[in-house]
């Protein structure tokens, strides 16, 4: 039975709300644009060095002759730092676009502290991914389409969770933030789903056969996104911290 005064509390949550987490990424991001756009070229080439995802670091001749600095903590580092790197203003203003959509319900559902942690996590899986179809590469990967796409794919396992709760109305969605996920493969029955899933892929596919390669030049890092988008899909479950039940969620009212 639903309970209305969590209901009450959850109609207290604007929709459009942006949870602090999303605005401190956007700020950074936004910030370290501004100050790489007044660097001097050289500075800029070892920002890029030290801190864009570059696969050509983890080749062995590459690594001997140290080419790249930074050493074996960049090696960690770059499979996420990347993700707060952008080619310019277009770039990182899309890239928080789709996060402020996308990031924001997942951002309010997960908290802010495992937000980040899936931020990360999907970053490093397109990095990942990215390396294993770019090795030995010398061009460096930035941006955080990765965890852009990782939370497109979060959003998509509970974006209808509160159909089963709530009568089908404007708050519905904003209210799905507090409602249980439906198993993956129930989430991948849903025809809206595999729509969404099917159209993105599809997307993703022909840009990376239109324009291959990852550049900082403009072209699209598409291995890099499916990586976030898979893991953020399959790995929603240990991040999530809503119950099975109604009333469990992370704005559910406290009870004494």
């Known amino acids: 039975m639903l309970d209305t005064t969590q ?3 959850q109609k207290g949550q604007p929709l459009l709300n942006v949870p602090a987490v999303i605005t401190a990424l956007a700020v950074t991001m936004l910030a370290i644009q501004l100050v790489r756009d007044h660097l001097d070229p050289e500075t800029g080439v070892d920002i890029l060095a030290l801190f864009a995802f570059i696969p050509a670091r983890f080749d062995p001749s590459v ?7 930074g050493g074996w903590g960049a090696d960690v580092w770059t499979f996420v730092t990347y ?3 952008h080619g310019g203003w277009t770039h990182v203003g899309l890239n928080l676009l789709w996060l402020l959509a996308f990031g924001s319900p997942v951002a309010r559902r997960f908290g802010p502290v495992r937000f980040l942690l899936f931020f990360a996590v999907t970053a490093a899986a397109g990095a990942g991914l990215h390396l294993l179809t770019h090795e030995g590469e010398v061009v460096p990967m930035i941006g955080a389409s990765a965890s852009v796409s990782g939370c497109m ?6 974006m209808f969770a509160s159909e089963r709760y709530v009568a089908w109305g404007p708050e519905m969605f904003g209210q799905s933030v507090n409602y249980p996920a439906e198993p993956l493969m129930a989430v991948m029955r849903d025809r809206r789903v595999i729509a969404f899933v099917a159209v993105w892929f599809l997307i993703n596919l022909g840009v990376g056969l239109a324009s291959p390669g990852q550049l900082v030049d403009g072209s699209i890092a598409w291995e890099a996104h499916i990586g976030g988008f898979l893991v953020g899909l399959l790995l929603f479950p240990l991040f999530d911290p809503v119950g099975r039940f109604p009333g469990q969620g992370p704005y559910a009212r406290q009870r004494g």
């Open 7 to 9: 209901l009450s509390h």
């Open 63 to 69: 690594l001997a002759a140290g080419v790249l600095p």
């Open 83 to 85: 993700a707060f790197l």
């Open 153 to 158: 794919a979060a959003a998509i396992r509970f």
